[in-house]
């Protein structure tokens, strides 16, 4: 789910030119709320699907391990509100942002902002200030970090409002419904590999999705260069296994 990103900027649907910020949004076009995997998840695909016809402010904080999906969630709340001619951005607080800018977004309709736990203190109080002002407006905020907001290492009054949100945890995926996301993945990149390739991965190199995806593409690389088809044994010698 949270796998291959690139850049995109709504330009028209924006009122801040990005590009000219300097702010690199990356969005995966393939990440909608209509393809989101909702086993064990169906409350808050729910929840958040009928958050488009409400008209008040609400606040949601989405928790999740790596992997499980929170990037997906909210990249696909942000392309659903862009259709319906809402503006709608969406953020990686891993990535630089320009100073005083969170706390100018009340202007969206719809504000996503992804990993929180990397916020620096400048950046909290910001987002801090943002919560506020959203309470006077029809704003949607969506965040997402590792940990529930107690487990969060945050100012003070930011963990008690963040707290006082709408708080879901992202069931994580099965073995079997990670290898039918990759399966989804690859055949939208037209490789066939057979289902017995992710099982050795997953049992004898990682269980992470990220970790899974980069290797199946070197993989492919691989094998196009020396003409040969991706086996156990040619995973073994190309990673090294």
């Known amino acids: 789910m949270d796998l291959d990103g690139k850049s ?36 808050i695909l729910s929840f958040i699907n009928n958050l488009f016809s409400e008209d008040g402010s609400s606040i949601v904080f989405i928790a999740g ?58 950046q909290q109080q910001e987002l801090f200030d943002l919560y ?44 079997q419904e990670k290898i039918s996301l990759l399966q989804q993945k690859m055949q939208d990149k037209n490789i066939n590999i057979d289902h017995k390739i992710y099982e050795y991965l997953f049992k004898y190199f990682s269980r992470d999705l990220n970790t899974v995806l980069g290797a199946i593409d070197r993989l492919d690389q691989e094998s196009l260069q020396q003409k040969s088809s991706i086996s156990i044994p040619f995973v073994k010698k190309i990673l090294k296994i």
Request: negative net charge.
């Open 8 to 43: 995109y900027f709504p330009g028209k649907k924006v009122s801040i030119n990005m590009q000219q910020l300097g702010l690199p949004i990356s969005l995966n076009s393939k990440m909608l709320l209509s393809n989101f995997l909702e086993t064990g998840n169906q409350p």
């Open 132 to 175: 506020n002002q959203i309470k006077q407006t029809k704003t949607k905020l969506i965040v997402s970090a590792l940990l529930l907001p107690g487990g969060l290492i945050l100012l003070k009054d930011l963990k008690t409002r963040l707290s006082l949100a709408l708080v879901y945890q992202l069931e994580q995926l099965s073995d």
């Open 65 to 122: 391990e790596e992997s499980s999906g929170k990037t997906h969630l909210l990249q696909g709340c942000v392309f659903k509100a862009l259709d319906l001619d809402l503006k709608a951005i969406y953020l990686d607080i891993n990535q630089p942002l320009p100073i005083d800018f969170i706390n100018t977004l009340s202007i969206y309709d719809w504000v996503c902002i992804d990993n929180i736990d990397a916020l620096d203190e400048f």
